[in-house]
């Protein structure tokens, strides 16, 4: 890392106007550059979702007189995706999503706009991480966004190999009770969906998503089980799907 | 598998009324029961989007007189989970998701919206594969019914390990040039991004999302090269993400 201020980029997918992203602006402000390009409204649970059938279109948005930044009518993915191919001049040095409201861990990270734009930057060549807060509504982002500076930095030390980016998932606790960082696996929590069925006003039936997060991690070598310890979990996380153990048996099947 | 006549779930992401999840119905129909549910409009590269905002709704659907589904205003993943999680009275035997207009591979199933639905299904627990047509419009899905019908007896036959899916992708060939089947791992094929900056009719800036596809890959054992010799190329795909060749390196930096 020379002295140069490093350039990063700032995603998320609860949006411009959420406080998560507005936390790790502040953080990303103490190490480096910032530029912005986040969802015009929340877009939680969209995945990988990129937009190929609508125009995009970004809107320069102003919180305060410092923080700036440009609103996009897409996902995550799009955000990342826009930035380094069209409306940056440079490419970042690096790429930081969140900080999210709620965790993602285990299989719910499939779900996730903020781990998908960290990967949507991996896939672009730009060391990326997602962070998740281990809460839905909090204004306390202290340890995260010490979480986030120590983390960025060392991203920027370090470099990420090729296809890797960081999952890190931060606890809901204060600084002092926070335990100290755990490097983890993606655990087995996963969404346990309740589908309510209702009726609106005209007759109609509807249903809505819910449900309730389920966690059966064993050990604080996993994600889910060192988050309900305290501690800060970092995971590394790739994209390079082949299950190599069943190609043999398939195989076999003579098709 | 015994005689009774397996269940199968049908979802796509091209939607209800594409010609792809028509074929797919077709020869699903030479097997099992059929059941249909699937977006209401096309819901391609939404990745594992779900829908947690907005109502869901399940409209019945007959595109004429044996082709009974219901149509969601959701996205693939969200059909599984309401088939499984509510409307169904049991749970399916398979499922099955396309067949796809295009090909879905390399970092490209990531944004699958086909892929997605199996990959769904797979983790509630139901064997599930994904098919998908290499090629954006044909009327011709002779050799992708033969495949279908090949690839879902099999899977009926032999089960597949917990957490993995098949994703199949099928040449754009007749039957009789095609080579035969192919077990591949996930390749290096991806998405080249072309952001085209438009004005519109008002003076405003918009963008679209385009660009081309790139294979960089050099043997029939990975999905892009086996499909381009006219191989149907069938991958196993999991879902655990960690790289684990880097936690080590992770854990010596120090955090």
Same mark, same amino acid.
């Not at 050990?219 to 305290?230: L, M, P, T």
């Given at each position: 890392? *020379?002295?140069?201020?490093?350039?990063?980029?700032?995603? *998320?997918?609860? @949006?411009?106007?959420?406080?998560?992203?507005?936390?790790?602006?502040?953080?990303?402000?103490?190490?480096?550059?910032?530029?912005?390009?986040?969802?015009?409204?929340?877009?939680?649970?969209? /995945?990988?979702?990129?937009?190929?059938?609508?125009?995009? +279109? =970004?809107?320069p948005?102003s919180?305060?007189?410092?923080f700036k930044g440009?609103?996009?009518?897409?996902?995550?993915?799009?955000?990342?995706?826009?930035?380094? /191919?069209?409306?940056?001049?440079?490419?970042?040095? !690096?790429?930081?999503?969140? !900080?999210?409201?709620?965790?993602?861990?285990?299989?719910?990270?499939?779900?996730? @706009?903020? %781990?998908?734009?960290?990967?949507? @930057?991996?896939?672009?060549?730009?060391?990326?991480?997602?962070?998740?807060?281990?809460?839905?509504?909090?204004?306390?982002?202290?340890?995260?966004?010490?979480?986030?500076?120590?983390?960025?930095?060392?991203?920027?030390?370090? @470099?990420?190999?090729?296809?890797?980016?960081? *999952?890190? *998932?931060?606890?809901?606790?204060? =600084?002092?009770?926070?335990?100290?960082?755990?490097?983890?696996?993606?655990?087995?929590?996963?969404?346990?969906?309740?589908?309510?069925? +209702?009726?609106?006003?005209?007759? +109609?039936?509807?249903?809505?998503?819910?449900?309730? =997060? %389920?966690?059966?991690?064993?050990?604080?070598?996993?994600?889910?089980?060192? =988050?309900?310890?305290?501690? %800060?979990?970092?995971?590394? !996380?790739?994209?390079?799907?082949?299950?190599?153990?069943?190609?043999?048996?398939?195989?076999?099947?003579?098709?």
């Amino acid at each position: 890392m *020379n002295n140069k201020k490093p350039r990063i980029l700032l995603t *998320n997918d609860d @949006g411009i106007y959420s406080k998560g992203i507005y936390a790790l602006w502040e953080a990303m402000n103490e190490i480096g550059e910032v530029t912005v390009l986040a969802p015009n409204t929340e877009k939680s649970a969209v /995945g990988h979702a990129v937009t190929i059938s609508d125009p995009l +279109r =970004i809107e320069p948005c102003s919180r305060h007189e410092n923080f700036k930044g440009y609103a996009v009518n897409g996902t995550p993915a799009d955000c990342v995706k826009i930035a380094i /191919g069209s409306f940056l001049d440079k490419v970042p040095n !690096i790429i930081v999503s969140g !900080i999210n409201a709620g965790s993602n861990m285990g299989t719910n990270i499939l779900y996730s @706009g903020t %781990v998908s734009a960290a990967a949507e @930057g991996t896939m672009l060549g730009v060391p990326s991480i997602a962070f998740s807060l281990n809460t839905f509504n909090t204004d306390n982002y202290e340890l995260s966004k010490e979480v986030a500076i120590k983390m960025t930095k060392s991203v920027l030390d370090h @470099g990420l190999p090729n296809g890797t980016l960081l *999952n890190v *998932n931060i606890p809901k606790c204060e =600084i002092s009770e926070c335990q100290g960082y755990k490097i983890t696996s993606q655990g087995d929590e996963y969404f346990l969906d309740d589908l309510q069925k +209702r009726e609106d006003p005209r007759g +109609r039936i509807y249903y809505w998503m819910s449900g309730k =997060i %389920v966690n059966n991690d064993t050990s604080n070598e996993q994600d889910g089980y060192a =988050i309900a310890n305290n501690w %800060v979990s970092v995971t590394p !996380i790739q994209y390079k799907l082949t299950d190599h153990k069943f190609i043999e048996d398939l195989k076999s099947w003579k098709l």
